[in-house]
């Protein structure tokens, strides 16, 4: 007999444990029918999908009898890849509007507020419905007071300047969730792990030395978060001093910049432009420390429980947490270009980052670090 209700069936395949146990429905030990269903609406950036990962384990904890299925952007898909937390992914532009127009959930939940993500959450079935809608006259509704002043902070940058909290304890606040806030989730299968491990033995990396990663870029979408270029170069001639090994991580839209370090800095390894999200994520897996902007590398990096020094500009510095695993560096004087793509101003709060600031929380990083032996 099949057990059509079991949360591993796909529908279209074998489930997992049939192809690795030969064994059928009738005696498996794996059976777990589907109770209630929790659908999760966050559909980019791809930080901030990966990000808002971190209301999973207390939202298991709160439902456990709920299938989780997140809804989000193909760009985001391999996030969820050996996510443990999450049943089932629908991803927009492959099926997302057939099953959203069928399926039925006892909860839906939607943390973004863009018009699209609220119009999703508005035409699925569910029984209970937290955060955004979209009501029809194409506005974007909070469901409480609490996804209210999130949309707030988004409509007003004098409000979003005096915010203290997270990102995560807003999002925590909108769910109702306890404040033992938990870190994203990313999760590396031994074989990306193995697979990372061999880079070091190509890059002759000293394994008694700790490793630096240099994530450069900021992608194309914020450029006005980017530390400039002259100030890579003089961090990495000071770092060259010391006792490091030293790793640059970047995207496709990084290339020409990152040819432009190797070609000056011949002693510093590259990791290469064109890896997938998880390639990425293990490549990170190898740095004790990662000096970031803020981009997705710095979420990744808290994912992975790592040490980051993160350089902060035109964005909201207390909605970003490093769970106490680093620091956060931002110029003295206020961005006169918050939340802007472009800076306009002679010198950009992002250029008043000094390249000393970044030496100082290496060092004290450094402390929190056991030495290395072998």
């Known amino acids: 007999m099949l057990y059509k209700d079991c949360k591993h069936f796909p529908g279209d395949r074998p489930c997992i444990y049939h192809k690795e146990e030969n064994v059928k429905c009738e005696t498996c030990s794996h059976y777990n029918p589907l109770d209630k269903k929790l659908l999760i609406i966050k559909l980019d950036a791809i930080g901030d999908v990966l990000r808002t990962t971190a209301i999973l384990p207390p939202l298991k904890e709160k439902y456990p009898n709920y299938a989780i ?4 952007k193909k760009a985001s898909k391999e996030l969820f890849k050996n996510n443990s ?3 089932d992914v629908i991803v927009i532009s492959e099926n997302a509007e057939q099953r959203l127009d069928v399926e039925e959930f006892d909860i839906v939940i939607n943390l973004d507020n863009s018009k699209l993500s609220s119009a999703l959450a508005t035409k699925v079935k569910g029984k209970t419905k937290i955060g955004f809608l979209l009501n029809k006259k194409g506005f974007v509704e909070p469901t409480s007071d609490k996804a209210n002043y999130w949309l707030e902070l ?3 940058d004098d409000l979003k300047r005096e915010n203290k909290k997270s990102h995560q304890q807003i999002m925590y606040e909108i769910l109702e969730l306890d404040y033992n806030i938990h ?10 792990i193995n697979k990372s491990s061999k880079l ?8 008694k030395k700790l490793t630096l990663g240099l994530n450069i870029g900021v992608g194309s979408k914020w450029p006005s978060k980017a530390w400039a270029i002259h100030k890579w170069k003089e961090l990495i001639t000071s770092l060259a001093k010391e006792n490091y090994n030293l790793l640059l991580l970047g995207g496709p839209e990084e290339e020409n910049t990152i040819n432009e370090i190797k070609n000056e800095f011949s002693f510093i390894a590259d990791s290469g432009c064109d890896n997938s999200l998880l390639e990425f994520s293990g490549i990170l897996n190898l740095c004790d420390i990662l000096i970031t902007a803020d981009t997705l590398a710095l979420h990744i ?8 020094v993160a350089l902060i500009g035109p964005t909201s510095i207390n909605e970003i947490t490093l769970y106490n695993r680093g620091f956060k560096l931002s110029s003295d004087e206020h961005c006169r270009c918050f939340y802007n793509k472009h800076c306009k101003e002679d010198i950009s709060c992002m250029e008043k980052i000094s390249v000393e600031q970044v030496l100082n929380a290496v060092k004290k990083i450094e ?5 290395r032996k072998n």
């Open 85 to 87: 937390y999450v049943d």
């Open 69 to 72: 299925t997140w809804c989000t």
């Open 183 to 192: 870190e994203p989730i990313i999760q590396l299968s031994n074989d990306q």
């Open 301 to 308: 990096a808290t994912a992975l429980k790592k040490y980051v």
């Open 200 to 207: 070091f033995t190509k890059w002759k990396f000293d394994k």
């Open 367 to 371: 402390k929190n670090i056991p030495a």
């Open 154 to 156: 988004a409509a007003f």
